[in-house]
């Protein structure tokens, strides 16, 4: 198979014996120690070619088989080449890019395949489905939890000025249907993943059901002046959502009776409302976790969360490890051994 660079990188000559590929401060590579005629060979391998015409161009510049195979092995250690050609002109933006992440498209070509419920009928949760399914997630389905049956006067975008008032499901699902006309929205008994949006604290109860029917989901908490999102919790990786409460117990012995009053507080009145930055980038940190697991692209550890507060722009980092007390641990449900002496913030 002819060698190409993977989709959209450029290729620069830089000075003499040097070559860039690629301009992102991560995945960009130099190559150094470069003839002029290597450089005009590499620079090919971004075009459009048949594996004819490379060949007699790599005769015309004179560069051997052996020091190409060398160059293109460089290259492929740094995952700069593609396993699986892409016709760039037919390509969509996530179609490009699981083509520069994986060099290959079988995450992408997996995604019509793949069903995720949303447990949040809000703001947050309506935009995290349209998110989904334009990056072509075969069916995304938004179920209600304790939102009130009918859209609020302090709920924005993506709701509208006319939705106010209207029926919470059957705004949301005219939204969906107009803005994703692809999207089945089927509520099938099982789905590869599921979403749950809460506010004050997680619940326990569907967090326990999911876990028991070997489901994986991905918890998102939300307060009045911050987010987080994550763990994902997965039934044969990581914590449970044990493991996690008694991780919380053991920082603060309170934590159970904190985490009671949380739900019982938001479940009798208005959840807190999210502001558009902390919107906007809360959907895009759960959308990206969410397609690495779908893509099995494995670049987010399971156990991850981030906390996104709303008052400046500094996202907290933590990770959960399974706990040696929890019950699963019996059972192997969390593979990961505890790490001892690992700060954990709740």
Same mark, same amino acid.
């Given at each position: 198979?002819?060698?190409?660079?993977?989709?959209?990188?450029?290729?620069?000559?830089?000075?003499?014996?040097?070559?860039?590929?690629?301009?992102?401060?991560?995945?960009?590579?130099?190559?150094?120690?470069?003839?002029?005629?290597?450089?005009?060979?590499?620079?090919?391998?971004?075009?459009?070619?048949?594996?004819?015409?490379?060949?007699?161009?790599?005769?015309?510049?004179?560069?051997?088989?052996?020091?190409?195979?060398?160059?293109?092995?460089?290259?492929?250690?740094?995952?700069?080449?593609?396993?699986?050609?892409?016709?760039?002109?037919?390509?969509?933006?996530?179609?490009?890019?699981?083509?520069?992440?994986?060099?290959?498209?079988?995450?992408?070509?997996?995604?019509?395949?793949?069903?995720?419920?949303?447990?949040?009928?809000?703001?947050?949760?309506?935009?995290?489905?349209?998110?989904?399914?334009?990056?072509?997630?075969?069916?995304?389905?938004?179920?209600?939890?304790?939102?009130?049956?009918?859209?609020?006067?302090?709920?924005?975008?993506?709701?509208?000025?006319?939705?106010?008032?209207?029926?919470?499901?059957?705004?949301? $699902?005219? =939204?969906? @249907?107009?803005?994703? +006309?692809?999207?089945? *929205?089927?509520?099938?008994? &099982?789905?590869?993943?599921? %979403?749950?949006?809460?506010?004050?604290?997680?619940?326990?109860?569907?967090?326990?059901?999911?876990?028991?029917?070997?489901?994986?989901?991905?918890?998102?908490?939300?307060?009045?002046?911050?987010?987080?999102?994550?763990?994902?919790?997965?039934?044969?990786?990581?914590?449970?959502?044990?493991?996690?409460?008694?991780?919380?117990?053991?920082?603060?012995?309170?934590?159970?009776?904190?985490?009671?009053?949380?739900? $019982?507080? =938001?479940? @009798?009145?208005?959840? +807190?409302?999210?502001? *558009?930055?902390?919107?906007? &980038?809360?959907?895009?940190? %759960?959308?990206?976790?969410?397609?690495?697991?779908?893509?099995?692209?494995?670049?987010?550890?399971?156990?991850?969360?981030?906390?996104?507060?709303?008052?400046?722009?500094?996202?907290?980092?933590?990770?959960?490890?399974?706990?040696?007390?929890?019950?699963?641990?019996?059972?192997?449900?969390?593979?990961?051994?505890?790490?001892?002496?690992?700060?954990?913030?709740?």
């Amino acid at each position: 198979m002819q060698p190409k660079l993977r989709a959209g990188l450029p290729v620069i000559s830089r000075r003499n014996g040097e070559l860039q590929i690629g301009s992102d401060p991560k995945y960009g590579v130099i190559l150094t120690g470069l003839t002029w005629n290597e450089q005009a060979l590499l620079d090919w391998l971004s075009r459009r070619y048949s594996p004819s015409r490379f060949e007699r161009h790599r005769k015309a510049l004179g560069v051997s088989k052996e020091r190409l195979t060398e160059l293109l092995e460089i290259l492929d250690q740094h995952g700069l080449l593609e396993s699986d050609p892409l016709r760039q002109n037919a390509a969509s933006a996530e179609q490009m890019l699981c083509a520069r992440l994986d060099g290959h498209q079988s995450g992408y070509l997996r995604r019509k395949d793949k069903s995720v419920q949303v447990f949040g009928a809000n703001s947050l949760g309506t935009l995290v489905a349209a998110l989904l399914g334009n990056a072509e997630i075969g069916n995304v389905v938004v179920s209600k939890m304790l939102e009130p049956p009918s859209i609020q006067a302090f709920e924005h975008f993506p709701f509208s000025a006319h939705s106010y008032g209207q029926s919470r499901m059957g705004t949301i $699902g005219d =939204f969906l @249907r107009n803005y994703l +006309p692809k999207n089945r *929205s089927i509520n099938y008994p &099982t789905h590869d993943l599921s %979403i749950i949006i809460s506010a004050g604290s997680f619940p326990a109860t569907l967090a326990k059901l999911l876990a028991v029917d070997d489901q994986p989901f991905l918890m998102v908490t939300y307060t009045e002046m911050g987010l987080s999102v994550g763990p994902l919790i997965h039934p044969a990786l990581g914590p449970c959502p044990q493991c996690i409460d008694l991780h919380k117990t053991d920082l603060d012995s309170a934590w159970p009776i904190v985490a009671d009053a949380l739900q $019982g507080t =938001f479940a @009798r009145a208005n959840p +807190p409302s999210i502001d *558009s930055a902390t919107l906007a &980038t809360a959907a895009g940190f %759960i959308v990206r976790i969410v397609l690495d697991f779908l893509d099995n692209r494995n670049q987010v550890p399971i156990g991850t969360q981030l906390y996104i507060p709303t008052y400046d722009t500094q996202i907290q980092h933590s990770f959960w490890q399974a706990h040696p007390s929890c019950q699963c641990q019996r059972f192997s449900f969390c593979t990961h051994d505890p790490v001892v002496g690992q700060e954990l913030k709740r």
